[in-house]
């Protein structure tokens, strides 16, 4: 009764009838198909520029220092609004108001372990009596009582589940967090997880967990082992070493059918992949699995034998569109590449044709790359896949000379040029293209928008030698050499974003405080279990300036990537034209667009009379039935409107850091908030701790 109640609700919202009194956003993609999109209308085309600030919640655990961030979409249910804070507090929130009603710590006196957060999960009984919201913090996946904030004694133990559980090999310290909650079906909730992308990683397997009671009650191996479908298209034996193949951005749940969708990353490592021959299913696949059993129906796996990190970045859009007169349900999915791949849900046939293409081989000894890469015809790419030297910034002589004797020294063949030693253009970078904030689509009318950052990255890898015999030493530098540097530099210096430099770092930590980060991980940095006592002592040794034996040299990889790296011009702007960050609606349909926008500027630019540029963006949009797409997302702080139809900008308000997240919308007393999180802290903006809600004046 409750449900259909609910229903009526929504659609008297969208005939245009006065705003029901209470109508939820009950997980992070505003309903179990990740739509991200609201029925309701009382904000408007016609009165969203009226809209102001309704209440600001301050959770006060920024970094007064930088580096923290709130990239959560809070969930919102019977009014009031779940979601954690920078140290991965969970809060409960009035709708209507921003205050407080409680807080829960997951540390529970443990040591912090700060990593990302999108979100957390709800579900309560079918007669209300038992409500939970599950928050996970580190390893553990916690179950916490929505009415008064405690944990819940019989869950787990004592209120929480192992992340490590059942995955069917101890994978000792290494790194196991999640990031996206997961979706509730039923009476389980099925979770994945984000492993390392290095050497030693944890198996990215997808798990189904008793909401009441915490245990696994089934188990879908990304890694396939053997005798199971998939298996074939790995070494073998490589089931019980092979890591990644994780479902790290969430998934999308057709509640009729009794599906999830399930986007899954990259085996590990990333950009090396001379020890894992083969496809390498089910990485950088979406599966469809039955969600009260696990069985696998179909999958689509969209990039063979990655060695680009191309992780399906968020799950799907599930909609239903009209394609040759008949009504179809369908699955979209978007990737950091800048595809949208559109499947019937029912079989996973591609509704748009897609072609395997060929893609260059590696030069890379011992590495194999796989033939062809699939390409789907349409939608064209909502990013730029290629650049040559007409791409590169103009915005002055000296930016475009430095680009073009760099560009001169790259590969730069396009999509698929795997990684070289020489350095290879990745357009989209790493970071898309698509990411996490992921797409919202208009289920009325089929259309998506997507935003994208649209700037390169530059993939380089080292060669490092095979000792000639199994007891050649290795010093400190050597370790650093093959585990640190992607992040941390060869300079030790750092991005300057979220990875810190380590010059001096012995004037912050000892020596035991140096290898305690290693062996646990400290906030984004994952821990390193695979490194042995003796080299753990070297490194550390190495960054206190002294020279430590690390051991007999045992790994096999020949080559390791030699760090993340944004290709920047000398004036701090990406090395390519703009737009550098991008809006695009497209109609799901007949797989064209109906417009492109840049989305965000920097002031600085503007001020000399250089139109919009774009910016990088970590966040999405959401679309309502007001005829408006939400989204903040931009370096430049602020949330923005946009007519859905036209793309035209109606409203836009500053934010009292950047807006890396997905807002969500809801109504409380008849009254429609949007609401964002506004906690900065990445591609070098400064951090914030607020949730920041709008409405129109009462």
Not at 160 to 185: E, F, K, N, Q
Not at 196 to 213: C, L, M, N, Q, Y
Not at 478 to 483: G, K, P, S
Not at 669 to 683: D, E, I, M, S, T
């Amino acid at each position: 009764m409750k449900r259909a109640l609910v229903i009526l609700a929504l659609a008297a919202c969208a005939r245009g009838a006065p705003t029901p009194r209470d109508v939820d956003w009950p997980v992070t993609g505003g309903e179990p198909g990740n739509s991200r999109h609201s029925p309701l209308a009382q904000i408007d085309r016609t009165t969203v520029k009226r809209l102001r600030v309704a209440w600001i919640h301050h959770t006060g655990d920024a970094s007064p220092s930088g580096g923290t961030q709130i990239q959560a979409t809070p969930v919102v249910v019977h009014g009031v609004l779940y979601a954690t804070s920078p140290t991965l507090q969970l809060l409960a929130l009035r709708g209507d108001t921003g205050e407080e009603l409680w807080r829960f710590d997951p540390w529970q006196g443990q040591r912090r372990e700060i990593h990302a957060n999108r979100g957390v999960a709800y579900w309560e009984s079918p007669d209300a009596s038992d409500r939970r919201v599950f928050v996970t913090a580190g390893r553990r996946l916690w179950a916490v009582d929505a009415a008064s904030g405690k944990p819940v004694a019989t869950f787990g133990h004592g209120g929480w589940a192992d992340l490590a559980d059942s995955l069917g090999r101890d994978v000792g310290g290494g790194y196991l967090i999640a990031t996206s909650p997961g979706v509730v079906y039923r009476d389980l909730l099925i979770q994945g997880t984000r492993v390392s992308e290095s050497e030693g990683a944890a198996p990215g397997h997808v798990r189904a967990f008793d909401v009441r009671t915490g245990r696994v009650r089934w188990t879908f191996h990304t890694i396939p082992r053997p005798g199971e479908h998939g298996a074939e298209t790995w070494p073998e034996g490589a089931w019980s070493s092979a890591g990644g193949a994780n479902s790290w951005p969430g998934m999308s749940l057709d509640t009729r059918r009794g599906v999830v969708f399930v986007p899954l990353g990259s085996a590990t490592p990333d950009f090396y992949g001379g020890d894992r021959a083969g496809a390498n299913l089910y990485a950088n696949a979406l599966v469809a699995l039955d969600a009260a059993t696990g069985r696998r129906l179909w999958h689509f796996q969209t990039v063979h034998h990655d060695v680009w990190d191309r992780d399906l970045p968020t799950a799907p859009n599930l909609v239903t569109l009209t394609r040759d007169g008949r009504r179809v349900d369908a699955a979209a999915q978007i990737t950091k590449s800048g595809f949208v791949f559109v499947f019937d849900r029912e079989t996973g046939r591609p509704l748009f044709p897609v072609e395997e293409r060929p893609a260059p081989p590696s030069d890379l000894s011992g590495e194999r790359t796989w033939p062809t890469q699939p390409i789907p015809v349409k939608p064209a790419p909502f990013a730029r896949q290629s650049m040559t030297e007409a791409d590169l910034t103009d915005l002055s002589p000296a930016a475009h000379d430095s680009a073009l004797h760099r560009f001169r020294t790259l590969r730069h063949g396009g999509l698929f040029d795997p990684p070289s030693r020489e350095g290879t253009v990745v357009l989209p970078g790493f970071d898309g293209g698509g990411e996490w904030g992921g797409a919202a689509v208009d289920r009325e009318t089929g259309v998506l928008y997507v935003n994208a950052s649209d700037v390169p990255w530059i993939a380089a890898m080292r060669e490092v030698p095979a000792p000639a015999t199994s007891t050649t030493a290795r010093t400190g530098a050597d370790v650093y050499a093959a585990n640190c540097v992607a992040c941390h530099k060869a300079d030790r210096r750092g991005d300057g974003d979220r990875v810190p430099s380590l010059v001096g770092v012995g004037a912050r930590l000892s020596t035991d405080q140096i290898q305690q980060v290693i062996r646990r991980g400290r906030g984004f940095m994952p821990a390193f279990p695979s490194l042995t006592d003796q080299e753990t002592r070297a490194v550390a040794a190495y960054l206190l300036g002294a020279t430590t034996d690390a051991g007999a040299a045992s790994r096999s990889t020949r080559y390791r990537f030699a760090g993340y790296e944004r290709w920047r011009g000398p004036d701090g702007y990406p090395a390519i034209k703009p737009p550098w960050g991008t809006l695009s609606a497209i109609d799901l349909n007949t797989g064209e667009y109906r417009w492109r926008i840049p989305l965000g500027e920097h002031a600085a630019l503007t001020a000399k009379g250089i139109p919009p540029t774009g910016t990088e963006q970590y966040g999405g949009p959401i679309v309502t039935a007001g005829g408006l797409v939400f989204i903040a997302a931009t370096m430049d702080e602020k949330i923005r409107a946009f007519d859905k139809d036209s793309g035209a900008l109606l409203w836009e308000a500053p934010l009292p850091a950047a807006g890396y997240a997905t807002p969500s919308t809801y109504a409380v007393g008849g009254r429609q908030y949007v609401v964002v999180a506004a906690g900065g802290g990445k591609l070098g903006t400064r951090s914030g701790d607020a949730y920041v809600a709008f409405a129109l004046p009462e």
